[in-house]
């Protein structure tokens, strides 16, 4: 991908990387030779990127090209945004005393240069905040109150501002931050796009895919043209590197999948999951309200807080299943038989939830999971309860006798009924990859919940469909990428 640096004034930028052009402001805005160009990165070093600034119109501009800015005005935004100077000093608070503890002052500046630091002990510090903020040159301010340090300001530097002392690291931290993709995209011309999947190599036995199936999705890409790379949490700072985002790692509001898919959503890329889809499949309270306002049929169900536990007894009767809102892969739900067991354990949830869902608990066989992506169902399968064991899986237990078995079945062979109800539910969510899960009992299905990061395990949920299953995903992808990219030719 081309790579474009946009200064105030070319003096700004005194280096010459091999292959990058620098030009002025004015020249980006104006010239038919950059507006026509495509699929670019351009770095924005301009001395002012206040609202309506030429700096400004450099990343609006870059953004409505289909260019890649560095900053981009999301980020502009959130330079501005004090309340989320305060949120970053709350979710970063640790780091920030163990990398600062050691200064014998109370005020510190931080200069970041793409995301690094000519002090090393700072890397981690810095990678943190760049890809909080990504920015080509940040000057981050601390001080320190009661004996504590707390971030104070961030602010995009120009070239210009660099100091001299430091011009000769920034340039060797640019020609880095050009060169870092994890994988060099092989030289090519069979590649028109990239996508970026995001995995977490700790995350084993919960991982929405495991190695195999993560390199046949890469493999599938390749054919239909996409270069698709592993990016984990540290690359969020190079999201804008990218056409598309596939998320195949277990999905939180509260941690950084959420921000990579709101980001790569803000930023134009195609994202599964979207966050939309993360914030509605991850809440079970929400998804409790939304499946019976629309008359979805579901086991019985109650949405319970602190004065009503004792309320439950009659609206469901024991035992039931009592789960925690955000709860994923079994954690946090489990199955109460009285109404002293039911204190017990709403006790430690309500801990973390003003809110518990409970429901009626009906003993089966099997669940049956209705994967679908773009509202039409891809495959079923059969989970069976962990031996044992009244879940799928048994979390308590490690190793041979966690999980139950499991059958994957074409769609073909599915009872229609499953399907339309699966299909009916995951359309009030999006169009987005939805597991859904449903519950065959007495001659009647339940959806139980929607799944926006569901299981794709090679020698598991491929079994069906095989090698026509990570295609028929990336088709979709694919799809999605060019009407992304018709949109801005039509526009440009």
């Known amino acids: 991908m081309p790579i474009i640096i946009v200064a105030s004034q070319p003096e700004d930028w005194p280096f010459d990387l091999p292959g990058i052009d620098v030009i002025d402001e004015w020249t980006y805005i104006t010239s038919t030779r950059y507006s026509e160009l495509r699929h670019t990165r351009v770095i924005n070093l301009s001395r002012s990127l206040k609202y309506q600034s030429a700096g400004y119109y450099v990343s609006l501009l870059a953004e409505a090209r289909g260019h890649k800015p560095l900053p981009s005005i999301l980020t502009l935004q959130d330079l501005k945004s004090q309340s989320l100077v305060k949120l970053i000093s709350e979710e970063l608070d640790e780091l920030f005393q163990k990398s600062l503890n050691p200064l014998h002052s109370d005020e510190f500046t931080l200069s970041i240069y793409f995301g690094r ?3 090393t002990r700072y890397d981690r510090l810095c990678r943190q905040l760049f890809n909080l903020f990504p920015a080509p040159l940040l000057r981050v301010r601390f001080s ?73 999705f890469c493999k599938a890409a390749g054919k239909l043209g996409i270069f698709a790379e592993l990016i984990s949490r540290d690359d969020y700072g190079s999201l804008m590197e990218y056409d598309a985002l596939f998320i195949r790692e277990t999905t939180s509001m509260n941690d950084h999948t959420y921000r990579f898919s709101r980001k790569a959503a803000n930023e134009g890329l195609v994202v599964i999951d ?14 409790a309200e939304l499946l019976q306002r629309n008359h979805i049929k579901v086991p019985k169900t109650v949405v319970l807080h602190r004065e ?20 994923s892969f079994s954690v946090g739900v489990v199955k109460v038989h009285s109404l002293d067991e039911l204190k017990c354990q709403a006790a430690e949830f309500l801990g973390e939830s003003e809110l518990l869902v409970a429901q009626e608990f009906l003993p089966t066989e099997f669940d049956w999971r209705i994967t679908l992506l773009d509202g039409k169902p891809l495959f079923a399968c059969k989970y069976f309860m962990a031996p044992g064991h009244w879940q799928i899986i048994q979390q308590e237990k490690h190793g041979r006798g966690r999980y139950g078995k499991s059958e994957t079945l074409p769609v073909e062979l599915v009872p229609r009924k499953a399907i339309r109800l699966a299909t009916k539910a995951a359309q009030l969510i999006g169009n ?22 569901p299981n794709i395990d090679s020698g598991v949920e491929d079994a069906v469909l095989r090698d026509e299953l990570y295609e028929k995903i990336m088709q979709v992808f694919l799809t999605r990428i060019e009407r992304q990219k018709s949109a801005y030719e039509v526009g440009a």
């Not at 995009?156 to 060099?184: C, I, K, M, N």
């Not at 092989?186 to 190599?201: E, F, G, Q, S």
């Not at 979207?274 to 998804?287: E, G």
């Open 308 to 327: 009503t536990l004792s309320s439950l007894e009659g609206a469901l009767g024991f035992p039931c299943v009592l789960k925690k809102p955000d709860s």
């Open 117 to 119: 630091n000519m002090t």
């Open 432 to 453: 987005g990859l939805y597991g859904v899960d449903v519950k065959q009992s007495a001659g009647e299905f339940y959806i139980i919940e929607v799944n926006d990061n």
């Open 144 to 216: 320190k109150t009661k004996q504590k340090w707390n971030l104070r300001s961030v602010k995009a530097l120009s070239g210009g501002e660099v100091p001299e002392s430091h011009r000769s690291f920034v340039a060797e931290a640019a020609a880095r931050h050009f060169a870092s993709r994890s994988t060099p995209r092989p030289k090519t011309n069979r590649y028109r796009y990239d996508m970026a999947i995001l995995w977490n190599p700790e995350e084993q036995e919960n991982a929405p895919s495991n190695e195999q199936a993560l390199s046949r």
């Open 274 to 287: 979207d966050p939309q889809s993360i914030a509605r499949c991850t809440n079970k309270v929400f998804l």
